[in-house]
């Protein structure tokens, strides 16, 4: 697992790129670039809630300082750490 606890500051904005139905749940931090695959599909919010939960446990915050901000149904999403 990719260790973000740098970024979950109060107020940080995280801009991530999720591809849904992977092979396997990860997240990749290269070049700048935060990258989240997950294996559920993009249907009904499960993909959303799959990546809330991912980015979470990497952020060491629990999923309810999490809000997504941008990017609802786009692969470019944005959270903000509460």
Known sequence: MTD????????????VRVTPRASRDRILA?????????????????????????LAKALGVPKSRLDLVRGQTARDKVFRVL
Request: proline letters at 5%; hydrophobic letters at 45%.
């Open 4 to 15: 973000l606890t740098h970024l979950a500051v109060p107020g940080t904005e995280i801009a």
């Open 30 to 54: 290269e070049e700048g670039q935060i990258r989240v695959y997950v294996t559920v599909v993009p249907e009904d919010g499960k993909a959303n809630a799959a990546v809330t939960k991912l």
